[in-house]
């Protein structure tokens, strides 16, 4: 019996240092000590032992439970050690994986053309205006010294609301309707961004609606050599102080002498190229000194004040700052082209 209980301590013992995991560990258990295991088992013979024999083999029995019992505990100790290990393997986290990219995203490229024209006025002096986009006819043609019928209003094909409303067709009725408040005084330096609409069939270089900013100064003493120089300075901020610009005379009902801008081309520096078609200049604006009717009708003394104003595209601006060759990319927005402009700065 003795030999029994000694072997089945040895065989125990074996089995629980190859077990591999818990589970085998508790089938171990069950097997070796539990009530139906072979250890109950042989001590069940007990009965038949002498009397002086019995409590040696109980005390036997109890030293052989014990040792399967200690060594068992051990290796479930050990056991439960690698499965903690196994697992935090399993879920750790590579830290050396590149990480997903978070997009931030950025200012559409018409954005910025505007709030850099709006700055570069700012810092001269200017303040902002804004004006409603369905206008009065009043404030886009009439106040502009475009009375009905004039024919200069074809120049702007207009989207009609009423006879007397339309989605304003430029952003000059702002200059009107800046003028109008100021009841005959001044100094005015304004400029003014916004849309546009008109009626044109969208293609490369149109689109139905589009940007405008608008400026307008108004003062005593102001000349036609203060307007030259205030767009001198925005050619070189805008385009390079190399850029060179020049003024035709041009017509505009409400400008008198009008003029237009062009700078010198960037492509080829002024010798000609297809970009300037050849001329070596390139048309950015309109503009002029203001004219004695609209200071008059907006309640100025056109004796006393004098003023100049200007006009133009941030389309056709970033257009040629950028070289984006279609107008319509502004407006489709589709994310490879808006994204070409930067980053946040
Ligand atoms: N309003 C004109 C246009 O849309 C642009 C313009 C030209 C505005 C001359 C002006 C100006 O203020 O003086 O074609």
């Known amino acids: 019996m003795e030999d029994k209980l000694r072997s089945l301590q040895t065989e125990a013992i074996e089995k629980i240092e190859k ?10 258990r069950v097997a070796y000590l539990g009530k139906k295991g072979p250890v109950t088992e042989v001590l069940k013979g007990m009965g038949k032992l002498s009397a002086e024999e019995r409590p040696k083999m109980g005390a036997l029995g109890n030293e052989v439970r014990g040792a399967i019992q200690e060594v068992l505990e051990s290796k479930q100790e050990i056991l439960e050690k690698e499965a903690v290990l196994k697992k935090l393997e399993k879920e750790t986290i590579d830290v050396t994986l590149p990480g997903r990219p978070v997009r931030t995203g950025n200012k559409h490229p018409l954005t910025k053309i505007v709030e850099e024209i709006e700055d570069l006025f700012i810092g001269m002096g200017y303040t902002i205006a804004e004006g409603p986009e369905v206008e009065k006819d009043y404030y886009n043609f009439e106040a502009l010294n475009l009375p009905k019928g004039h024919p200069a209003r074809d120049m702007q094909d207009s989207f009609y609301i009423t006879e007397e409303l339309l989605l304003r067709t430029h952003t000059s009725p702002v200059q009107a309707r800046t003028m109008n408040k100021a009841e005959g005084k001044g100094p005015i330096k304004i400029i003014c961004p916004g849309k ?22 108004i003062d005593e003493n102001i000349r036609m050599s203060d307007l030259k120089g205030t767009l001198q300075i925005f050619a070189k901020k805008m385009f390079g102080e190399e850029r060179e610009i020049r003024l035709r005379p041009s017509f505009f009902p409400f400008t008198e002498p009008s003029v237009e801008m062009d700078i010198s081309c960037k492509i080829c520096g002024g010798k000609g190229c297809n970009v300037c078609k050849g001329t070596g200049w390139i048309e950015i604006l309109g503009a002029g ?20 104003a200007f006009g133009m595209g941030p389309e056709r601006i970033a257009m040629l700052k950028y070289g984006i060759d279609d107008i319509r990319h502004f407006y489709t ?9 930067g980053v946040e700065e």
């Open 19 to 28: 077990a591999s995991d818990l589970k085998e560990l508790n089938e171990i």
């Open 196 to 217: 546009v609409y008109r009626r044109d069939n969208d293609d490369a270089t149109h689109s139905h609606q589009f940007m405008q900013i608008e400026g307008l100064v």
């Open 289 to 308: 000194m203001v004219h004695p009717n609209v200071l008059e009708m907006a309640g100025f003394d056109s004796k006393k004040y004098t003023g100049f």
């Open 333 to 341: 927005n589709d994310v490879r082209f808006v994204t070409q402009f």
